[in-house]
Nanobody, 118 residues
């Protein structure tokens, strides 16, 4: 059973930066893609960024130019570098990893809280 453990959340002032980390219990080479979602109070969970096995990435429009998703295969870790943070980025951020195909599996971390003060 794969486990994903997030870290790096916290309280930061608007304009500041944070780097979230998500450590996988096994090799991340097994995943077709990994990424980050967030859920703000009273809102639905939304995709923030995703990185595919080949290295290509997607970021939602509201974070483009401010957030960057990346991986360190040697450390089995996916990161979300966040800069120019805004109060509307306040949310619980969840790590996600997916194995596609016939035996598809979808894994989630427990989340890490990011609070951006104005």
């Amino acid at each position: 059973q794969v486990q994903l453990v997030e870290s790096g959340g916290g309280l930061v002032q608007a304009g500041g930066s944070l780097r979230l980390s998500c450590a996988a219990s096994g090799s991340i080479f097994s995943f077709d893609y990994m990424g980050w979602y967030r859920q703000a109070p009273g809102k639905e969970r939304e995709l923030v960024a995703r990185i595919f096995k080949g290295g290509s990435t997607i970021h939602i429009d509201s974070v483009k130019g401010r957030f960057t998703v990346s991986t360190d295969n040697a450390k089995n870790t996916v990161y979300l570098q966040m800069s120019s943070l805004k109060p509307e980025d306040t949310a619980v951020y969840y790590c996600n990893a997916v194995i596609g195909g016939k035996n598809a599996m979808n894994y989630w971390g427990k989340g890490t809280l990011v609070t951006v003060s104005s």
